[in-house]
């Protein structure tokens, strides 16, 4: 798995995220509402629930905000209907990127999406075009801060997990999609600061980008980030952390 561009990139866009606590608060509102709909109420019997709300306390999403969510997902309040598609391209340099969107409204979604790739150097693709060189799988962020590497690696194999990586701010847990949940609540039971659980998409190979081509891209990445309908934002993008610490100055 990747090293330190990875979680360069990561740490980049999770800090443009937690300017914006509104735009995550609605993410993660979206996210509640549809693992409702499709798995009902109740996060015991439902772990898509259970996932969701736990990543809205995490960053202290009011509790009245996740109830009326779930009761849209319910049907108790009304509420839109949202649908789930990944969008696909490629960006400066030929990176593979997608985009996880939740949307009420497809005709926009795809309309902007197609727009910000073709405004900022990239090309949106057809289903499928880069997917096959991503693969889904769970992520555990947990700060390393006072934790000993060789006690939590044990204890997150044991739980299942099938990897544990770090870098200087966080331990990285990998789990298969349908063990994330278990993992998560083991290492939470066993004393372990959870910061986040999700299921993501890493590459299985990286592109290097530098330069003009990484200025490029970052700025096609955050685009996507921002745009209202997008969820998640995942790339093969290969960037330094000289060149992402040049590209922040």
């Known amino acids: 798995m990747s090293g330190h561009s990875k979680w360069a990139n990561i740490k980049h866009k999770k800090a443009a995220k937690d300017s914006k606590r509104g735009k995550v608060f609605t993410r993660i509102a979206k996210e509640i509402t549809i693992g409702a709909k499709e798995g009902g109420g109740d996060p015991d019997m439902n772990p898509r629930l ?92 947990i700060p390393n801060e006072k934790v000993d ?54 590459p299985q190979t990286y592109v290097p980008v530098e330069g003009k081509d990484a200025e490029k891209l970052v700025r096609l990445l955050n685009a996507l980030e921002d745009s209202d309908d997008v969820q998640k934002v995942y790339s093969n993008a290969d960037i330094s952390d000289e060149a992402m610490a040049a590209i922040d100055e």
């Open 149 to 202: 590497e060789d006690t939590l690696m044990e204890k997150a194999l044991d739980a299942g997990a099938t990897d544990v990586q770090s870098d200087e701010e966080y331990f990285q847990i990998y789990t298969a999609p349908g063990n994330l949940n278990e993992v998560q609540e083991n290492l939470a039971k066993a004393g372990y600061t959870v910061e986040s659980s999700e299921i993501t998409a890493l």
């Open 50 to 141: 259970r996932l969701a709300i736990q990543n809205a306390k995490s960053v202290n999403m009011p509790a009245e905000n996740i109830k009326r969510a779930v009761q849209k997902g319910t049907g108790e309040i009304e509420g839109v209907s949202y649908e789930e598609i990944t969008y696909e391209g490629y960006g400066p340099a030929g990176v593979a990127i997608m985009a996880d969107v939740l949307t009420d409204n497809k005709n926009r979604a795809v309309a902007e999406i197609r727009y910000i790739f073709s405004k900022l150097g990239g090309n949106m693709g057809e289903v499928g075009c880069v997917s096959w060189m991503f693969s889904r799988t769970g992520l555990i962020l």
